[in-house]
């Protein structure tokens, strides 16, 4: 079993940035490729971005290339979402999700995922 934890949500102002972490537990994740999601008020759950087992390959959503980078501390057991240039759009909550893969491709699909962490909440203001 994997417990994912993330932190580092907040309130935010348009324009300005926040980290997100996303640790782990009971397991080591460097054989686990890793998802970020987000999900607003009345909306389906969306892909964010996802990263494979190593940190070589990440994949990103439309809708914040250019604007979030994923990277990885296998040491640490821990993966992290920067965010920079929030939109009033990025609102949301945000859960990382852990994939068993070795593969270099990076899913989207939500049900692809073995587990979940409970998620933080992002909030940007105009």
């Known amino acids: 079993q994997v417990q994912l934890v993330e932190s580092g949500g907040g309130l935010v102002q348009a324009g300005g940035s926040l980290r997100l972490s996303c640790a782990a537990s009971?397991?080591?994740?460097?054989?686990?490729?890793m998802g970020w999601f987000r999900q607003a008020p009345g909306k389906e759950r969306e892909f964010v971005g996802g990263i494979n087992w190593s940190g070589g390959s990440t994949r990103y959503a439309d809708s914040v290339k250019g604007r979030f980078t994923i990277s990885r501390d296998n040491a640490k057991n821990t993966v992290f979402l920067q965010m920079n240039s929030l939109k009033l759009e990025d609102t949301a909550v945000y859960s990382c999700?852990?994939?068993?893969?070795?593969?270099?491709?990076?899913?989207?699909?939500?049900?692809?995922?073995?587990?979940w962490g409970q998620g933080t909440q992002v909030t940007v203001s105009s």
């Open positions: 999700a852990a994939r068993i893969s070795q593969a270099t491709t990076i899913v989207q699909l939500p049900g692809l995922y073995d587990y």
């Open positions: 009971g397991r080591t994740i460097s054989r686990f490729a």
